[in-house]
């Protein structure tokens, strides 16, 4: 029977999850031990010991010369890396906003009227040229959005309707 070696203790379940992926990706078998206690109640880190990894004993060296490169920043990912940047259409710059004014109308009306509102657009301007845009795919209101809110007048409508009858009635 292999006898499991810890080689490596985490204070949360995140940090030790993402290094056990590591070491399973290199084909090293890795568990976890005290993660569940540690999820459940995470001051229990410290006197537990933290999140350990263990390996079967005859992995030991190979894992704990990848946890040494991890610690090393040889899987860092950097900033040269950006895959999905965006980048202004006219001078292809990466200062960019986000304007997205819809959020704050749909707060205000969740909150006042307790109707939740799903506004789902993204509204860009570049810092260096001032050319704003929205992205081609990103429409301001979808087909399921728009029957929302007629469903939504609806009901309200409605409502208004039966309390002003219902007001005729008791008077």
Same mark, same amino acid.
């Given at each position: 029977?292999?006898?499991?070696?810890?080689?490596? @203790?985490?204070?949360?379940?995140?940090?030790?999850?993402?290094?056990?992926?590591?070491?399973?990706?290199?084909?090293?078998?890795?568990?976890?031990?005290?993660?569940?206690?540690?999820?459940?109640?995470?001051?229990?880190?410290?006197?537990?010991?933290?999140?350990?990894?263990?390996?079967?004993?005859?992995?030991?060296?190979?894992?704990?010369?990848?946890?040494? @490169?991890?610690?090393?920043?040889?899987?860092?990912?950097?900033?040269?890396?950006?895959?999905?940047?965006?980048?202004?259409?006219?001078?292809?710059?990466?200062?960019?906003? @986000?304007?997205?004014?819809?959020?704050?109308?749909?707060?205000?009306?969740?909150?006042?009227?307790?109707?939740?509102?799903?506004?789902?657009?993204?509204?860009?301007?570049?810092?260096?040229?001032?050319?704003?845009? @929205?992205?081609?795919?990103?429409?301001?209101?979808?087909?399921?959005?728009?029957?929302?809110?007629?469903?939504?007048?609806?009901?309200?409508?409605?409502?208004?309707?039966?309390?002003?009858?219902?007001?005729?009635?008791?008077?």
């Amino acid at each position: 029977m292999n006898s499991l070696v810890s080689i490596a @203790s985490y204070s949360n379940s995140l940090q030790a999850n993402i290094v056990k992926g590591r070491l399973l990706a290199e084909n090293i078998p890795a568990t976890l031990a005290n993660e569940q206690y540690i999820n459940a109640d995470w001051l229990l880190s410290n006197a537990l010991g933290g999140v350990q990894i263990q390996v079967p004993a005859e992995y030991e060296q190979q894992a704990r010369e990848l946890i040494e @490169s991890i610690d090393n920043g040889q899987f860092d990912v950097s900033d040269d890396n950006k895959i999905d940047q965006l980048l202004c259409p006219v001078c292809q710059s990466e200062d960019i906003q @986000s304007n997205n004014i819809f959020w704050k109308t749909s707060f205000i009306v969740t909150n006042t009227l307790h109707i939740p509102l799903p506004f789902s657009q993204h509204a860009y301007s570049c810092k260096q040229c001032q050319h704003e845009w @929205s992205e081609e795919n990103d429409k301001a209101y979808s087909i399921g959005t728009i029957l929302f809110y007629i469903v939504m007048l609806t009901v309200i409508f409605s409502a208004i309707i039966d309390g002003l009858f219902l007001l005729r009635g008791f008077l």
